[in-house]
């Protein structure tokens, strides 16, 4: 027997409870087949990869949309998975500022497929399609910087002036 390895005999190591080193969660191998289909068929103007080797923590960037006052920008995201992605969805934050009003001070997205509206369905590529999308069409009905809600709905002009200056400042 081996000690400590609940009533494993060393002649059947092969059945051992230990891991082996090149061991992968369930969630890990979501994760990485979901980055191979990412690489294979990369959604339009967004990239996103493991920072290192960190399989759970992803370095992502999406570019500016055209024809709206991000466009030229390119921003940075960190996206977190927990450990029982799929099951639980990505923490989503932009690392660039940002004026968007379905994006916190600090950087959190707040989108209804990032919270209640999670299925494991979903994948990475369509989190950062649907991130990519609120640039085009912000829902200031769902806000978590009301200001930049009621400056889009009150006077849309003056608020993509402010996201445009924004972009140039900190996106270029």
């Keep these: 027997m081996i000690p400590g390895g609940g009533g494993i005999s060393s002649s059947n190591s092969s059945t051992s409870s230990w891991a082996p080193t090149t061991w992968v969660s369930a969630?890990?191998?979501r994760i990485q087949r979901e980055m191979v289909e990412l690489?294979?068929?990369?959604?339009?103007?967004?990239?996103?990869?493991?920072?290192g080797d960190n399989l759970y923590h992803w370095i992502a960037?999406?570019?500016g949309t055209p024809?709206?006052?991000?466009?030229?920008?390119?921003?940075?995201?960190?996206?977190i998975f927990p450990t029982d992605y799929p099951f639980k969805?990505?923490?989503v934050v932009f690392k660039t500022r940002i004026y968007h009003c379905n994006v916190d001070a600090d950087g959190h997205v707040s989108m209804g497929i990032l919270k209640d509206g999670w299925s494991p369905a979903l994948t990475i590529t369509k989190v950062l399609l649907a991130v990519r999308s609120i640039l085009a069409n912000p829902d200031?009905?769902?806000?978590?910087?009301p200001g930049i809600a009621h400056l889009y709905l009150?006077?849309?002009?003056?608020?993509?002036?402010?996201?445009a200056e924004c972009t140039i400042r900190f996106a270029k």
């Design 67 to 79: 024809g709206t006052p991000y466009q030229g920008g390119i921003f940075f995201l960190d996206i």
């Design 140 to 145: 200031p009905y769902n806000a978590v910087v």
């Design 154 to 163: 009150g006077d849309r002009a003056k608020h993509d002036d402010i996201a």
């Design 61 to 63: 960037t999406i570019i």
């Design 27 to 29: 969630s890990g191998k």
């Design 39 to 51: 690489n294979n068929d990369p959604p339009r103007d967004c990239s996103a990869g493991p920072k």
């Design 89 to 91: 969805p990505p923490q």
